[in-house]
């Protein structure tokens, strides 16, 4: 069975400070997704990202894919009360047939 | 992209009663999937639903409890039968957009279910 780890679970920062949430995995993933969920929504599409090493970077957000392809992070460089919310990796496997397994979320508190 | 709306968006209802969710498309999909969320906790999927033929259940999910419409390729429903306080959750349906390696999902806004 595929699962996917997230760390923290939750973390709760200062306005303007950085962080980095992890993904974790035993398994080989085809792509790594991140979405983000604001209460009273469904999750929203950050970035998908299907190359081991692949670095991707959304405004203040940076996105990674380990290079085995098990792994990725999130880095928000000054963080703002804007990015709060539930952020969810989300990973498929290399079949056809495979289904997007998400992690387990970390949820993102930015205090003003 | 796809745009997704659900109905009811949020409910309270009795044990033993039922409660069916609505997903609406605004393109035609071949399949949808139904998530059941707990608030600020990760996704799990409940079951796929293709046009045409009967729906796939993931391990913990029964056709019984959870029984699936999926009259078009714009349209499905959930129902969550004989709830239990247990059942509280909020339910999602979704789609998937894209080549492959690529998917996107897309989310309808949920539905807050509350079972007394």
């Known amino acids: 069975t595929q699962l996917l780890e997230q760390s923290p679970q939750f973390l709760s920062i200062q306005e303007g400070e950085n962080l980095t949430v992890y993904c974790n995995s035993s398994?080989?993933?085809?792509?790594l997704q991140w979405y983000r969920q604001e209460p009273g929504e469904g999750p929203v599409l950050l970035v998908t990202?299907?190359?081991?090493?692949e670095v991707k970077k959304l405004k203040r957000l940076t996105f990674q894919f380990g290079d085995a392809r098990k792994d990725s992070s999130l880095h928000i460089t000054a963080a703002q009360p804007g990015d709060t919310g539930l952020y969810l990796c989300?990973?498929?496997?290399?079949?056809?047939?495979?289904?997007?397994?998400f992690g387990s979320g970390t949820r993102l508190s930015i205090r003003p | 992209s796809a745009v997704i709306s659900q109905k009811p968006s949020r409910d309270i209802c009795q044990r033993g009663t039922s409660l069916t969710i609505q997903c609406q498309v605004d393109?035609?999909?071949?399949?949808m999937f139904w998530y059941r969320q707990q608030p600020g906790q990760s996704l799990t999927l409940i079951a796929t639903?293709?046009?045409?033929?009967?729906?796939?259940?993931e391990s913990g999910f029964v056709i019984d409890k959870f029984p699936i419409s999926r009259p078009n390729l714009t349209f499905s429903t959930l129902t969550v039968s004989n709830l239990s306080p247990e059942d509280s959750s909020i339910y999602l349906c979704?789609?998937?957009?894209?080549?492959?390696?690529?998917?996107?999902?897309?989310f309808g806004p949920g539905t807050r279910l509350t079972v007394l």
């Open positions: 979704s789609v998937e957009s894209g080549g492959w390696g690529t998917d996107t999902q897309y």
């Open positions: 398994s080989v993933f085809s792509s």
């Open positions: 990202v299907v190359t081991g090493g």
């Open positions: 989300a990973g498929r496997g290399y079949s056809s047939a495979s289904k997007i397994i």
């Open positions: 393109s035609q999909v071949t399949m």
């Open positions: 639903a293709n046009q045409g033929s009967e729906a796939t259940y």
